[in-house]
T-cell receptor, first 116, second 110 residues
Framework: ETGVTQSPTHLIKTRGQQVTLRCSSQ?????VSWYQQALGQGPQFIFQ???????GRGNFPPRFSGLQFPNYSSELNVNALELDDSALYLC???????????????FGSGTRLTVV | DAKTTQPPSMDCAEGRAANLPCNHS???????VYWYRQIHSQGPQYIIH???NNETNEMASLIITEDRKSSTLILPHATLRDTAVYYC???????????FGTGTRLQVFP
C-alpha cells in the first residue's frame, strides 16, 4: 500500500501571495488532516476533512482553507501569505473510526513553505 | 494546549533500553495515550497507543500507570536510527485532532 504523498516538497512564496498544497491520502483512508509545524515546535492542527466535509478546525484564520475530493485526496489553500506562515505543512490520513480509537494517522513528509 | 508533559531531551546508549516518560495528570476516562516520533525532516510516525492496559508491538512497549496519570514508552534496544523527537499525545477517541507538545528529543549514541 502507498503512504501519504505531498506536493510540492519545497516552495518559496512572496508575502501577500496565495498557495495551494496537495496531499494524496493512503489507500483506503477517508479522513485527512492538515498540520502546521513551525521550526522547533510540534505540529499544530489546522483542520480535518471526512468524506469531503470539514469536521474539525484548529485556531487558524479563515485564510486557511481546504478541500477534500471524492478520491479522498486533499488541498490546503492559504491566502494573503504572511511571513509567519513559513513552516512545514503536514498532511495525515487515517481510516474509519472505531470504538477503540484510530490505530494511528499516517503522515506525509510535508511541504516546506518559505514566505519572503 | 497539550495535555502532556515530557522532558525536553534524553540520551541513550545504543543497544540499551530507552525509557521515555510522559505525564498526563488531567487525562479523562475516554482518552487514549498515543506516541509518535519525528525523525529530522520527516513527518511524524505512529508508534503505539493505549487506553489503560500495557501495550507492545514490534516497535515499542507502552506502560501506563494504574491511575493513568503517566506513561512510559520503552524502546527495548535503541539504535542510532531511533534518534528522533518523541511526542506523547492524549486524545479522545471521538476527537480527531492530535495536540502535539514539544516532545522529547532522544539522542542515541554509539
Amino acid at each position: 500500500e502507498t503512504g501519504v504523498t505531498q506536493s510540492p516538497t519545497h516552495l518559496i512564496k512572496t508575502r501577500g501571495q496565495q498557495v495551494t498544497l496537495r496531499c494524496s491520502s493512503q489507500s483506503g483512508h477517508n479522513t485527512v488532516s492538515w498540520y502546521q509545524q513551525a521550526l522547533g515546535q510540534g505540529p499544530q492542527f489546522i483542520f480535518q476533512y471526512y468524506r469531503e466535509e470539514e469536521n474539525g478546525r484548529g485556531n487558524f484564520p479563515p485564510r486557511f482553507s481546504g478541500l477534500q475530493f471524492p478520491n479522498y485526496s486533499s488541498e490546503l489553500n492559504v491566502n494573503a501569505l504572511e511571513l509567519d506562515d513559513s513552516a512545514l505543512y503536514l498532511c495525515a490520513s487515517t481510516g474509519s473510526r472505531d470504538r477503540g480509537g484510530y490505530s494511528g494517522y499516517t503522515f506525509g513528509s510535508g511541504t516546506r513553505l518559505t514566505v519572503v | 494546549d497539550a495535555k502532556t508533559t515530557q522532558p525536553p531531551s534524553m540520551d541513550c546508549a545504543e543497544g540499551r533500553a530507552a525509557n521515555l516518560p510522559c505525564n498526563h495528570s488531567t487525562i479523562s476516562g475516554n482518552e487514549y495515550v498515543y506516541w509518535y516520533r519525528q525523525i529530522h525532516s520527516q513527518g511524524p510516525q505512529y508508534i503505539i497507543h493505549g487506553l489503560k492496559n500495557n501495550e507492545t508491538n514490534e516497535m515499542a512497549s507502552l506502560i501506563i500507570t494504574e491511575d493513568r496519570k503517566s506513561s512510559t514508552l520503552i524502546l527495548p534496544h535503541a539504535t542510532l536510527r531511533d534518534t528522533a523527537v518523541y511526542y506523547c499525545i492524549v486524545r479522545s477517541y471521538n476527537t480527531d485532532k492530535l495536540i502535539f507538545g514539544t516532545g522529547t528529543r532522544l539522542q542515541v549514541f554509539p
